[in-house]
């Protein structure tokens, strides 16, 4: 699951270069010659990270801005490129949105290692390593989910509804982004799918890890980080209190109970 590249590029031999080398590391690549075709391809591709080669006449820096304007690519990982941009064309790469700006002359096996960092920073849910949450262990690589030493079968929606809750524990999801992250916002679907799927969800998984699935009233719904509170401790501390005045107060002389001094 290493995720989805744009590259946009107006030097071919560049632009091969940099397509070939990240298809060998397992990322799907789609390629632009100007940011005209990439505005295109942004919408048709919905890629993971756009990895920008600026020049002379090509406005990077706004269409970093740009796609960090538009709801549906204000996710997108963003990467320039830039003939010795120093300093003052780093600060203003990452001003304008994006999360990393490179030299051009940069070595390949640096680019792959700053492109794996910027996914994996942005975008935790494109991760192939094996994620254990309470017991409950989800491998993107294999689409499988265990519980100990069962398995357990999931549709393909629903596994990555559970790698996106899992991979955001203790964030708030609004129906509407999880819409978006999961079903891509080119798809009409109901908000009450969401419902639907999060429902099936609870059910497929063990009662101990589908509760994990919070309701936030009004927003969406959460995946907790930590054990939910138990009422039992709080019933047991009030029982033993109650106990023990009855305890004291049949103990105590006649007289003191009636309040007769």
Not at 100 to 113: I, P, T
Not at 211 to 229: A, K, S
Request: proline share 6%; with cysteine; net charge neutral.
């Amino acid at each position: 699951m290493q995720g989805s590249i744009l590259v946009v590029e107006h030097d071919a031999p560049m632009r091969e270069l940099l397509a070939g080398n990240l298809r060998s590391a397992g990322y799907q690549v789609t390629r632009a010659r100007d940011l005209q075709e990439a505005e295109t391809l942004m919408h048709q591709v919905r890629p993971d990270l756009a990895l920008v080669g600026c020049a002379p006449g090509m406005p990077g820096l706004m269409f970093a801005r740009q796609l960090r304007s538009d709801r549906r690519t204000l996710r997108t990982c963003i990467i320039m490129m830039s003939a010795r941009p120093g300093e003052e064309g780093t600060v203003a790469a990452l001003e304008c949105g994006a999360d990393d700006c490179l030299d051009r002359s940069v070595s390949m096996r640096e680019l792959l290692a700053r492109v794996k960092a910027v996914l994996r920073r942005r975008a935790p849910e494109r991760t192939d390593e094996t994620i254990e949450f309470a017991g409950l262990r989800v491998d993107p690589a294999l689409h499988r989910v265990t519980s100990g030493e069962r398995e357990i079968e999931l549709p393909r929606t629903d596994f990555r509804l559970l790698l996106y809750f899992v991979t955001h524990a203790g964030w708030t999801l609004s129906r509407r982004q999880l819409l978006d992250e999961i079903w891509g916002d080119d798809v009409y679907v109901e908000e009450r799918t969401v419902d639907v799927h999060v429902r099936r969800l609870r059910r497929a998984l063990p009662p101990e890890h589908g509760d994990f699935i919070e309701t936030v009233r009004g927003m969406g719904y959460r995946w907790r980080t930590g054990p939910e509170p138990s009422p039992v401790p709080a019933l047991h501390t009030a029982v033993s209190r109650f106990v023990a005045r009855v305890q004291e107060y049949s103990e105590a002389p006649l007289a003191s109970q009636l309040g007769v001094a």
